[in-house]
């Protein structure tokens, strides 16, 4: 990393007055503080954090003491909160060593940041102008979203600072699109407005008429049903009448220059959205569903499948436990819904089915749903016993899935968060892997962009040559066809880590840059997308060497998404090659608990093989390589620590074989091919993997 470069891409050297920048500070999303060597000076206490954090938005007017101690320990007496405050201060400045004294002004009475001395992204953002509209990209989260709970007092003052930052980028991204008149930039400042205020109908009328002036009135309408779902979600309320007759127009047009087949709707990839319903409540959002369900009767579902969580079915529980029943299927659903590829129907939604008689034939007919959880919850001694199974409406209700859990009973609120957890980390691909099978034995004609994706999974997942390549072509349809998706580029992404990792690539450069701009192109697109975010950290990671980079995105796809497997088994890679090897095990394990059986365990696995070669553990480095080897023999990348942990233990025979298959898959790989791509961070690991494979008989060239 230069100096001058922040990890996220900024490259800053001095204040807007000149004066040269020693410490780099990003508010939005979570807390990054760099030194001008890009050495991280981040407190590790959120209460040192905060006080950071307010000294910068205070910035450059000091902040008495009395002020902070009120804001960060609003519930204790002030001499308490007083005495608290002096030791935060020392902590700040101990982290902050040694530029401690250059940047932070310290009185008896009051605290500041010294003007000019450091950069925050949020000063950035609030000085941007029409002439200078760039700091809007740096709005790629929250602000200071992992700062929420620390205080009453400053969680209300963090509401206030978290308004002013959006009202004052929502009034230059509508100055922005107001002057845009050309198709390409309308879309472009629309989208931007939109990743501010998601709500603003404005925004959403410019995108579809960009659209349908482009002639994709397509996408138009899929813009209209996607801010349908966000008003309801956000604002309980309907579009309005100038949105629906816009809508209106594009739809009449779009029915009289291109008439469709009877049964066959325009193909659409509305974004998931995840239905919500408050027992108790007046629901002013319920003919928005009601016509929302209409229409999903009379049409497919596309972009996703479609599922829903019955309450479970109770037997033998106690007063105090029958809540479980809802309770469980509600944080399923709640948790599901971080997926972005599913569409949700709510648990509330099914529970008169629940009720009465589960019939699975009705439900699907009133819902349209494609995948239904169902289950009991039975209590036994003093355990309780929670019983799963995932059924395939579409294949004559198929269980495709099964799991029981066995809990102790005292802890309900932890059974609950637990069973949801493992569950939906085990059915995400299962589901995934059902639609994929579904669409490829599909006749490929008129097929969407989601469509052609789910085709290339399992040809990439094989990692069969000719296969293999026919993926890629079929995910640059899908980014031809919409050059929006942000999935298609993310898998992409992931189709060149494969295709460099398997020795595959004829210009290794060449694909290292393709993934990354492919890997950055989905989180812009889709900044909320955690298997987008995993992927691009494992690129920035193994790829690029970027490994503090990586964390980075790996920690934002887990905070996103805590169920998603590929998030923890990635972020393990990454905490390998930097040799943190038991914040590395700490999170395969995790991955393991809540997948123990995932289908790309033959991917993640391979970690599992790295971990035990890195801490010198040979005899568990073989006996990984051959369980992981034997689940996908194509794959190279299992081989190799495998190879060397058989070098170190002198099995000259295990590792000629061993050899000779890994050189079969990638003929080209040696002593220097490995020197070439090695992430690792750490010069001892690199040598002890590069002496196994010496031991093993690799060639050098």
């Not at 969680?155 to 308004?163: N, Q």
């Not at 436990?321 to 709510?346: C, K, N, P, Y």
Request: hydrophobic share 45%; net charge neutral.
């Amino acid at each position: 990393m230069n100096g001058g470069e922040t990890p996220r891409g900024i490259s800053l050297i001095s204040s807007p007055h000149g004066d040269p920048v020693l410490v780099r500070l990003r508010l939005i999303g979570q807390m990054e503080a760099w030194t001008f060597t890009s050495e991280s000076v981040l407190p590790t206490g959120r209460k040192t954090r905060a006080l950071l954090a307010i000294l910068a938005l205070s910035s450059p007017r000091p902040v008495l003491r009395a002020k902070l101690a009120e804001m960060l320990w609003s519930r204790r007496p002030e001499e308490q909160a007083r005495a608290s405050l002096r030791q935060e201060i020392h902590r700040l400045i101990e982290v902050l060593t040694p530029v401690a004294s250059q940047i932070l002004a310290v009185s008896r009475d009051h605290l500041m940041l010294r003007p000019g001395t450091v950069w925050v992204d949020v000063e950035e953002v609030l000085r941007a102008s029409p002439e200078h509209p760039a700091a809007l990209s740096l709005l790629d989260g929250e602000l200071l979203e992992d700062l929420d709970g620390v205080d009453p007092a400053l969680d209300s003052w963090l509401s206030s600072e978290r308004e002013r930052l959006m009202d004052r980028a929502r009034v230059l991204a509508e100055q922005l699109l107001r002057e845009k008149t050309e198709g390409e930039a309308v879309i472009a400042a629309a989208q931007q407005l939109l990743e501010i205020d998601r709500a603003h109908e404005g925004a959403w009328r410019a995108l579809m008429r960009a659209y349908a002036a482009r002639g994709e009135r397509g996408m138009a309408i899929q813009a209209y049903e996607r801010c349908r779902a966000v008003l309801a979600d956000q604002l309980d309320a309907h579009p309005s009448e100038e949105t629906q007759r816009v809508a209106a127009e594009i739809r009449a047009v779009a029915q009289l220059s291109r008439p469709a087949p009877a049964g066959a709707p325009q193909p659409m990839r509305p974004e998931p959205r995840f239905v919500r319903s408050v027992p108790g409540r007046p629901d002013a959002r319920q003919d928005a569903r009601n016509e929302a369900r209409a229409e999903q009767r009379a049409q497919p579902p596309r972009g996703g499948a479609r599922v829903g969580v019955l309450p479970l079915l109770p037997i033998g529980l106690t007063e105090a436990e029958a809540h479980l029943s809802t309770g469980i299927a509600d944080e399923i659903t709640s948790a599901l819904a971080r997926f972005r590829w599913m569409f949700l129907v709510s648990s509330s939604s099914l529970a008169r089915f629940a009720l009465q008689t589960r019939d699975e034939g009705a439900i699907r007919r009133a819902f349209n749903i494609d995948f239904l959880l169902d289950g009991t919850i039975q209590r036994v001694g003093d355990r309780l016993r929670v019983a799963l199974r995932l059924l395939d409406l579409r294949a004559g209700n198929q269980v495709v899935w099964s799991r029981r859990f066995d809990r102790e009973g005292k802890d309900l609120l932890t059974l609950q968060d637990d069973v949801a957890a493992e569950v939906v980390a085990q059915i995400d691909p299962e589901i995934l892997l059902i639609e994929a099978q579904r669409m490829t034995a599909r006749p490929p004609a008129d097929v969407t962009a989601y469509e052609l994706v789910l085709r290339a999974l399992p040809l990439l997942a094989r990692l069969e040559r000719t296969q293999f390549m026919e993926a890629a072509d079929l995910l640059r349809q899908a980014i031809d066809l919409e050059p929006d998706y942000a999935a298609a580029h993310a898998w992409l992404a992931f189709w060149n880590i494969f295709l460099f990792c398997q020795g595959w690539a004829r210009d290794p450069l060449a694909v290292m840059a393709d993934a990354g701009r492919l890997a950055n192109r989905a989180i812009t697109l889709d900044p909320q997308d955690a298997r987008g975010l995993a992927i691009a950290g494992h690129v920035r990671a193994f790829l690029h060497g970027r490994l503090r980079e990586a964390l980075v995105l790996h920690e934002r796809a887990l905070t996103l998404n805590p169920n998603l497997v590929m998030a923890w088994a990635l972020s393990a890679a990454a905490y390998a090659y930097l040799g943190e090897l038991d914040e590395a095990e700490r999170r395969m394990r995790r991955y393991k608990k809540l997948s123990p059986f995932d289908p790309h365990a033959f991917f993640y696995d391979t970690i599992f093989i790295l971990i035990a070669l890195l801490r010198h553990d040979h005899e568990a480095a073989v006996t990984a390589g051959l369980e992981v080897s034997e689940m996908n023999p194509a794959l190279s990348a299992a081989y190799k620590p495998y190879l060397a942990a058989l070098g170190h233990l002198g099995r000259v025979e295990e590792a000629a074989l061993v050899r000779q298959r890994l050189l079969s898959i990638e003929p080209g790989f040696c002593i220097a091919r490995f020197l070439e791509s090695s992430p690792f961070e750490r010069p001892a690991d690199r040598l002890h993997y590069l002496a196994g494979l010496r031991l093993a008989g690799l060639p050098e060239e």
